[in-house]
C-alpha cells in the first residue's frame, strides 16, 4: 500500500493482505464468508475485514461487492457503517469495525431496557431513512438484526446495504429463493410473493423495518412455529404478522404509539406503509420521552430498576456543565479553563495551570474538581488534583464519589489510587449504590476483585435491597458472581420485592450463574416476592423458555407441582407461552397437565388461548379431556374460537374435541368463531358436526351473529349447511332483521338469495 497521509484512511483504496498484522480474530461467520478483526500496520487502526467464500468469489458477488463498495465509500453517516476500500488478494472488503457485533446478538443475549429499545428503532430508522433521501434512493432489501451492528456504546450502524439487486433475479422466486438461503423469509414484504413484475421500492424496506421493531420490542424471533418457508409465505400473503401479544407485559405506555408505527410499516398493501422520512419524526419523539440519561441508571431521582443500562460511563459531569468558547474570565487559570482543558483532553497543560482554588470549588452539581479529573481517565492529573488538596470522598448532590465515576469508567488505575489516598469504597450515592454495586452491573470483574480487596462489603444494599450479587446474576456476569459468592453466607439473600439471585438467573437464562448459585446453597423452591406467594425459579425459567435452565432446577430439588399465588404451575407458564419442549420435560416428570389454575384453567387452555399449536398437540396427548371446562363454562375450543387461533382450532377437532360444548352463556365454539368472524374456523367446525342452529340464553344463532357483524362468507357456509333463516333471538329478530338494523347490505342479499 502506497505511503497516505493522516486524513487518508477516510478514502476508499485497494489493500494488500500484508498492509494488516498476521493476527486476524475471526468475529463472525455466515453463509457467504468470514468476518475477521485486523489491525492495519501503518496506523495502528482496529478494521473488520469481510472475506467472502470460495463459493461467492466463483459468483458475480464479490465483483458487485468491489464495484458497490467504492460508491458505499462515499455514503458517511452516523448511523451507516463506513466502507473504507477492498482488498483483492482474500477477497475482501474492508470496513468499520464495530466492537458490539450484531444487533441480532445482543437481542438474544440481553434484556434491553425499554429506552433502549427505543433508541436502537429511532436510530435505525435515521439511517434508512439517510439511505432512502439519497439521489437515486440506495434500496437496502437485506434489513434484519444481523445487518444492524453497534458500536462501542450499543448505538446502531446499518451494514450490508446495497448489496441486493433486484434486476439480478430472473423472477420474484429467485429473489425470494435467495434471501431465504440467508435467512430472511421473515423480512420479505407481502408483495414479493404474488409474483409481480415490479421491482421492490423503498416500502420494501419499510416492511422489513417494521418485523425489526417487533424483534426488538419482544426479544423474539418471528414466526417461531412455522417449520418450512411456504409456511410464513402463506401467514404473510394472508395478511398474518408475528403477534402482538409477545410484548412484555412491563412495556410502557408509550409502546402502544411504537405498536401503531410497526402496525402501520407492516400493512399489506406497500402504498399503505409511510415513508422513513415521517416515521422519523414520530420514533424520535417516542426516544426523547423514554429517553436514556447520561449516566447510569443510578443517577435516577426517580424509581430504581435493574435491567441493563448499556451506558457504562457517565457523562453527568459534561451533562451538567457549559464551556463557552469566549471565556468571560482574562484569568489564565480559571474554574471554566480548568475544567475545559480536561474535557479537550489538553492534560499537560491542565496539570500546569490548576491551582489549590480550583480544587476546592463547588462545581455545578455540587461536583468537585476530582469527579471531572477522573472521568478525564488521566492517571497525572488526578495525583496532582489529590496533592492539591482534593477530597477523595467527596459527593456530588446526587451522591456520586470520585470513586464511583473511576468505576463507571473502568479506570482501574485511577480507583486503585483513590482508594490508597483513602477513598471509601462503601460510601452510597443517593438510590445506595455502593461502587462496588455499579462494577458488578457492568461485569467489571478486576473492579469488583479491586474493591473487595478494599474492604468493600459484598453484602451491602442499596435501597430495594439489591446487592451485587443480585445485579451480577441478572445481567449475566458468571466471573463476578463467582468472585462474590464466596464471601456471602447466604446465597438466598432477597431484594426487597422478594427476588432472590437465582431467580434472576433463572429468568434471564444465565444458565453458569444458576449453577454457581446452586452449588452454594441456593434454594430452588424459593417463592418469589414480597409476599412469598409469586413463582419459583422453575417458573421463571419455565416461562422465559430456558430449557437448559429447567432441567438444571429439576435435577437441583425444584419441586415441579409448587403453584404461585394464582394457581399457575410450571407446566401452566410454559404452557401460555408456548415453550413446547419444557412442557415436555415436566411432563415426563410427572406433572399435572390437568391442574387447574385460580380461575380454572389448565394448561391446556392456556396453550389454545395464546394460540400454540404444537404446545396444545403435545397437551392433548396427557389431559384426562379435551373439553374440560374453566371460567365462563369454556372450553380449550371455546377460547381458541374467540381469539381467532385458527390453528389450534384445527388441531383440536382433530384430536377430538367436542364442538357443541356450551359455556354458561349457551354459547358454543360456533357461535364464538361467527361472532368473531373467524372464517376459517367456523368452516373447520362445521366440517366437524357442529350444531349450526345451535341457540345461546339470548336465543340467538351462529347465523344471527354473523348476519349481525355483516361477515358474508360466514352467513353463506351457515346458509349452505343447514342454517334457518326464520329463527328468531330473545328480541324478535330473525338474521335477516338483525342485518337490515346494522345496515350490512350485502347479508341482506345473501339472506333474500338463498
Known amino acids: 500500500m502506497e505511503p497516505i497521509d493522516c486524513g487518508d484512511l477516510e478514502k476508499f483504496r485497494h489493500f494488500l493482505k500484508d498492509d494488516f498484522e498476521p493476527d486476524w480474530i475471526k468475529v463472525a461467520e455466515g453463509q457467504y464468508g468470514k468476518v475477521y478483526k485486523v489491525k492495519l500496520k501503518l496506523w495502528r487502526e482496529t478494521f473488520a475485514m469481510k472475506c467472502f467464500s470460495e463459493a461467492v468469489c466463483g459468483t458475480n458477488v464479490y465483483r458487485r461487492m468491489t ?19 477492498v482488498c483483492s488478494e482474500t477477497p475482501a472488503v474492508v470496513m468499520e469495525y464495530m466492537p458490539n457485533g450484531s444487533l441480532d446478538g445482543l437481542l438474544q443475549s440481553h434484556t434491553l431496557m425499554w429506552p433502549k429499545k427505543f433508541q436502537m428503532i429511532h436510530e435505525i430508522t435515521m439511517g434508512m431513512n439517510f439511505l432512502h433521501t439519497m439521489k437515486p434512493a440506495l434500496l437496502h432489501l437485506n434489513l434484519k438484526p444481523a445487518n444492524i451492528l453497534l458500536d462501542d456504546h450499543l448505538h446502531v450502524k446499518i451494514s450490508d446495504f446495497g448489496l441486493i439487486k433486484w434486476e439480478e433475479y430472473s423472477n420474484s422466486m429467485e429473489f425470494i429463493e435467495h434471501l431465504s438461503s440467508r435467512g430472511n423469509i421473515s423480512y420479505i414484504a407481502p408483495e414479493i410473493f404474488t409474483q409481480s413484475p415490479d421491482a421492490p421500492g423503498t416500502k420494501y424496506d419499510v416492511y422489513s423495518f417494521a418485523i425489526v421493531i417487533w424483534e ?34 412491563d412495556k410502557p405506555q408509550e409502546c402502544d404509539d411504537m405498536i401503531d408505527i410497526m402496525q402501520k410499516c407492516w400493512q399489506q398493501e406497500a402504498t399503505s406503509r409511510p415513508p422513513f422520512s415521517e416515521t422519523v419524526a414520530e420514533t424520535e419523539a417516542l426516544s426523547e420521552v423514554l429517553k436514556i440519561p447520561d449516566v447510569i441508571r443510578a443517577c435516577r431521582e426517580n424509581e430504581m430498576t435493574h435491567k441493563l443500562a448499556y451506558t457504562t460511563k457517565s457523562s453527568c459531569l459534561k451533562s451538567e456543565t457549559k464551556h463557552e468558547s469566549n471565556s468571560v474570565s482574562g484569568d489564565e487559570n480559571s474554574h471554566d479553563d480548568v475544567t475545559t482543558l480536561l474535557s479537550k483532553k489538553n492534560f499537560e497543560s491542565f496539570r500546569g ?15 468537585s474538581l476530582l469527579h471531572y479529573t477522573v472521568a478525564s481517565g488521566d492517571l497525572e492529573s488526578v495525583k496532582k488534583v489529590i496533592e492539591l488538596g482534593g477530597v477523595v470522598d467527596a459527593q456530588s448532590s446526587r451522591g456520586y464519589t470520585p470513586l464511583i465515576v473511576g468505576v463507571l469508567y473502568k479506570s482501574h488505575e485511577i480507583c486503585s489510587l483513590l482508594l490508597k489516598c483513602g477513598a471509601n469504597p462503601n460510601l452510597g450515592d443517593s438510590d445506595c449504590w455502593t461502587a462496588l454495586h455499579f462494577a458488578s452491573q457492568n461485569g467489571d470483574e478486576r473492579m469488583v476483585r479491586l474493591l473487595l480487596d478494599r474492604t468493600a462489603e459484598p453484602d451491602s444494599k442499596e435501597k430495594e435491597g439489591w446487592m451485587p450479587l443480585h445485579l451480577a446474576a441478572q445481567n449475566g456476569h458468571e466471573n463476578v458472581v463467582r468472585v462474590l459468592l464466596p464471601r456471602l453466607s447466604n446465597a438466598d439473600q432477597p431484594t426487597a420485592d422478594g427476588r432472590t439471585a437465582l431467580h434472576l438467573a433463572a429468568r434471564h437464562g444465565h444458565l453458569g450463574i444458576v449453577q454457581l448459585l446452586l452449588r452454594r446453597g441456593a434454594n430452588p423452591n424459593h417463592p418469589e416476592g414480597s409476599d412469598g406467594r409469586d413463582g419459583t425459579p422453575l417458573h421463571l425459567a419455565a416461562a422465559e423458555g430456558h430449557f437448559r435452565v429447567a432441567r438444571l432446577l429439576i435435577s437441583s430439588g425444584a419441586d415441579i407441582s409448587l403453584v404461585d399465588n394464582k394457581g399457575y404451575s410450571a407446566v401452566h407458564w410454559a404452557a401460555v407461552k408456548g415453550h413446547t419442549s419444557i412442557c415436555r420435560l415436566l411432563l415426563g416428570k410427572g406433572a399435572q397437565a390437568d391442574l387447574k389454575t385460580v380461575q380454572g384453567w389448565t394448561p391446556l387452555h ?30 380449550p375450543l371455546h377460547l381458541a374460537c374467540y381469539h381467532g387461533r385458527e390453528e389450534v382450532v384445527s388441531v383440536l377437532l382433530t384430536a377430538g374435541a367436542d364442538p357443541n360444548v356450551v359455556d354458561d352463556r349457551g354459547w358454543t365454539p360456533l357461535h364464538l368463531a361467527s361472532n368473531g368472524g373467524s372464517f376459517p374456523s367456523v368452516l373447520q367446525l362445521i366440517a366437524h358436526n357442529a350444531n349450526v342452529n345451535g341457540q345461546n340464553v339470548r336465543l340467538a344463532t351462529p347465523l344471527h351473529l354473523a348476519a349481525a357483524n355483516g361477515s358474508a362468507p360466514i352467513v353463506q357456509a351457515l346458509l349452505l349447511n343447514g342454517a334457518r333463516k326464520d329463527m328468531l333471538d330473545a328480541s324478535g329478530f330473525t338474521a335477516k332483521a338483525l342485518a337490515q338494523k346494522t345496515q350490512k347490505k350485502e347479508v341482506m342479499q345473501l339472506l333474500d338469495s338463498q
Do not use: C
Open 606 to 635: 392456556l396453550a389454545a388461548l395464546k394460540g400454540h399449536p404444537s404446545t396444545v398437540l403435545l397437551l392433548e396427548e396427557h389431559v384426562d379431556s379435551l373439553n374440560v371446562q374453566g371460567a365462563s363454562g369454556w372450553t
Open 216 to 249: 426488538v420490542l419482544t426479544q423474539k424471533k418471528p414466526y417461531p412455529g412455522a417449520n418450512n418457508i411456504m409456511t410464513v409465505i402463506m401467514k404473510v400473503s394472508s395478511g398474518k404478522r408475528p403477534s402482538v401479544e409477545k410484548i412484555p407485559d
Open 67 to 85: 464495484e458497490e463498495a467504492s460508491k458505499m465509500e462515499k455514503v458517511k453517516f452516523k448511523y451507516i457503517v463506513s466502507f473504507y476500500g
Open 353 to 367: 495551570i490548576v491551582k489549590k482554588d480550583n480544587v476546592l470549588t463547588a462545581y455545578p452539581g455540587n461536583n
